[in-house]
Structure formats: C-alpha cells, structure tokens
C-alpha cells in the first residue's frame, strides 16, 4: 500500500468512530459550560436565557454533541451543527478579521468543517447509527438444501 493510495484499513472507519466521539464530547461539555457552567469557563459566562442566542446555542451544542457521541442521527444532527458553526463564525469571529486564528474562530471553522464531513461520512461503526442500520438489514434467503440422491439398494430375499 502506498501512503497516496485510499485506505482500506478496517481502521479508517474505526477512526471516524473516534473522531466522532471525542468532537461530540468537547462539543457537549461546550454546550454545558454555557448551559450549567460546568466545566467552569476561564472567562465569566453570562447568564444564560434559553430563548436568547447564546441559550439556543448551548442548548443545540448539549443536545447535539450528545447525539454525535452516541452516534445517534448523526448526518442529520452533524448538518445543523455545521450550520450552527457557520452562523457562529460570520456573526462572532468574522467582524473582527477574516482570518480566524486572529478572530478567534478556529474552533467554529474546524467544527463546521468536521461536522460538514460526518453529514457525508456518517458516524462509523462504533455508533447506535450503526448498530440501528444493522438491525433493519433484511435477513438473507435461505439457501435450498440440495440432498444428494442415493439410489436404494434393492434386497434380494432368497
């Protein structure tokens, strides 16, 4: 194999499993920081109104990083992540510069950008996506038995 070829590693698709889980556990514990404030933040958080932005935001970052941890609807959910992300980096991080390591938005691109990926890519093996897929895959068709025919054996009585 070489290192410009596809990998057909079963470990490809394990490694979307794992990028997957740790992208929904830093995203989730993003959502419960603004949420509970737990993790404590190393800036003061303001308080938080469910029905305000910032409240719609830890909500969609609790709910949302929880379901891509699981790997439950993941296309679904990884798209309106990466919308969530986008909006964040244009309405945050773009007022202040175009380029996101001055602006601060490296993380709204990256996680648009990684949940724009598992919109594609879906969530891997390790996922309930996975598991729910395997369970509503029909059952193949029997195979039919073929029996060898044996002709019987004729007894002579004498």
Do not use: N
Not at 66 to 82: E, K, N, Q, Y
Not at 101 to 111: E, I, K, N, Q, R
Not at 135 to 144: I, W
Request: include cysteine.
């Amino acid at each position: 194999m070489s290192v410009f070829e596809y990998s057909r590693s079963p470990w490809t698709a394990r490694m979307l499993s794992v990028l997957r889980i740790v992208t929904g556990l830093m995203f989730l514990t993003a959502g419960t920081t603004k949420l509970f404030g737990f993790p404590p933040s190393p800036t003061p958080m303001p308080a938080v109104h469910l029905m305000s932005q910032f409240g719609l935001a830890g909500m969609l970052e609790t709910i949302g990083g929880t379901c891509i941890l699981l790997g439950l609807f993941t296309r679904p959910v990884a798209f309106v992540l990466a919308g969530e992300m986008a909006t964040a980096y244009f309405q945050v991080h773009l007022p202040k510069s175009f380029f996101p390591t001055a602006s601060g938005g490296v993380p709204a691109v990256l996680y648009c950008f990684i949940y724009l990926y598992m919109t594609f890519a879906g969530a891997g093996p390790w996922s309930i996506d996975s598991l729910i897929s395997r369970s509503r895959r029909p059952e193949p068709a029997p195979t039919p038995q073929v029996h060898e025919h044996k002709p019987e054996r004729i007894r002579r009585t004498a």
